[in-house]
């Protein structure tokens, strides 16, 4: 589920408030101008009572209270009255009896009398709305009609009721409308406020953090700056500038990071090629000690190489196996002087302690966790081994042997026949193929054999590259030993 937008939330936040708002805004408004309808239906009721109150008044001046129902009717035809009704009290039916139109009293109407106070009742919710008020009318001297003149009673005392019925509905329909105009300009007015928070929120927070985001991957990707001033707002303003300046301090640690790789990654280059210098220069030392022909260690690589080249290893094992293979007989550093160097055919006890070079060798290097050194100790273990199993030290079968040893093997065997040694001459090419041929599938691994018939001229051009010299020429060697 996609999480929703700042528009949305703020829409949705905005829409609870003001729902709410409006209700409560509604039932203030409705509550008050019931109250204010009220009072203005009191108010005319009030007036009605002492218009009614003066013409009756008039009437018992005149000596024509007969008179006074033809002057009620008249204001009953008034828009609005539904019915006038005229109580007597005690005290004035004593002094001028019943009256021939007053009404009884009621219990409401009994309730002015003795609280001297008037009763509205409204019923504003049936389809006609009326109120009923009874006012009363106090006895007193004070103003222009003087009561106790024509009255014998004490001031204060309650002469008589007005009981009215009056019809409300123009009131109610122009509350009504007065509501459902104000809930109109209320949503108008709502309507409005939510447009506006939909501009406010497009042009101030959306448009900006877009192009913020959209600015923000395009310096980190193409290194620009951002420009703060592009945003109208304080905050994006910040935004902008903080962002700058993480920026600004990342790419930096990243140039420094690349620099720091690339001095690294030279480093470890150094540190390859000095292995491999120090690898080869340990092989030639042995080359020499064994007093082996001269760039014997530097041909066997090449020819290591060009087969592993041939056989399509890996890039990387073609390195190792050229650059380990400088280090294929090291196990001879333990094979006493006397017998490595002796002229002559070795006897069979010596032939095993120039055997056991393998071994030592071995156990020089197995230790290592560098891929070099582990690639050497393999072929200096394997190297003497024989695709038949007549091999040694451990006399392994076809590809029990490591491709390493197998390579390596070949390739010193095939620089022995090549070169010139004390107890032979350097065979020809051709003289050392036939060897290999009758040899494959016996000492040599079969595949190993074709790749250098294959490639008889190029394994010819290295040992033409990498010739032995008069000087250096070797007494002694076990290679096809
Ligand atoms: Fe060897
Ligand atoms: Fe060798």
Request: negative net charge; aromatic residues 8%; hydrophobic residues 40%.
């Amino acid at each position: 589920m996609s999480k929703p937008s700042i528009k949305t939330i703020t829409v949705r936040s905005l829409m609870s408030a003001l729902m709410l708002a409006a209700l409560v805004m509604m039932l203030l408004i409705a509550f008050n101008l019931r109250t204010l309808s009220h009072s203005i239906i009191e108010s005319e009721a009030k007036a009605i009572a002492e218009i009614i109150k003066a013409g009756l008044t008039s009437h018992m001046k005149a000596g024509i209270m007969d008179k006074r129902d033809y002057y009620l009717r008249e204001i009953k035809t008034v828009n609005g009255i539904n019915r006038i009704s005229i109580i007597r009290s005690k005290e004035v039916i004593n002094q001028f009896g019943p009256g021939i139109f007053e009404k009884e009293m009621d219990s409401i109407t009994e309730e002015v009398f003795k609280s001297k106070k008037p009763i509205f009742i409204l019923d504003d919710f049936s389809i006609t709305p009326t109120i009923r008020a009874i006012i009363p009318y106090i006895a007193s001297k004070e103003g222009a009609l003087n009561c106790l003149n024509c009255h014998q009673v004490k001031e204060g005392t309650v002469l008589g009721a007005v009981d009215i019925e009056l019809n409300v509905t123009e009131h109610r329909n122009m509350a009504s409308w007065v509501l459902t105009l104000l809930l109109v300009f209320s949503i108008i007015f709502a309507v409005l406020i939510i447009i506006n928070i939909f501009r406010t929120i497009q042009v101030y927070i959306k448009d900006p953090l877009e192009h913020l985001i959209e600015r923000a991957r395009n310096a980190y990707v193409k290194h620009s700056p951002m420009d703060p001033e592009a945003y109208n707002s304080v905050e994006f303003e910040t935004v902008a500038k903080e962002f700058n300046a993480f920026n600004a301090s990342i790419i930096a640690n990243q140039e420094l990071l690349s620099q720091m790789n690339l001095n690294l990654a030279t480093l470890n280059h150094e540190i390859e090629d000095t292995l491999r210098e120090t690898v080869f220069t340990i092989g030639v030392i042995e080359e020499q000690r064994s007093k082996e022909t001269h760039n014997h260690t530097k041909r066997v690589a090449e020819y290591s190489k060009l087969l592993a080249s041939k056989l399509s290893l890996p890039d990387n094992e073609i390195e190792l196996i050229a650059a380990a293979s400088s280090l294929h007989d090291i196990g001879k550093l333990g094979v006493p002087d006397e017998i490595l160097i002796k002229p002559g055919k070795l006897t069979k006890d010596e032939f095993r302690i120039v055997a056991n070079h393998t071994n030592i060798g071995y156990s020089m290097l197995m230790h290592s966790t560098r891929d070099i050194l582990k690639a050497a100790a393999i072929i200096a273990y394997q190297h003497h081994e024989k695709w038949d199993g007549t091999g040694y030290p451990k006399g392994l079968w076809e590809e029990e042997t490591h491709i390493y040893g197998r390579i390596v093997g070949l390739a010193d065997v095939f620089d022995a026949l090549c070169s010139e040694r004390t107890y032979k001459d350097a065979w020809p090419l051709e003289k050392v193929l036939s060897y290999l041929k009758k040899e494959k599938g016996k000492h040599f691994d079969p595949r190993l054999v074709d790749i250098l018939f294959e490639n008889a001229d190029e394994f010819a051009a290295i040992g033409t590259q990498y010739s032995w010299s008069e000087e250096d020429l070797a007494l002694d060697g076990d290679s096809v030993k």
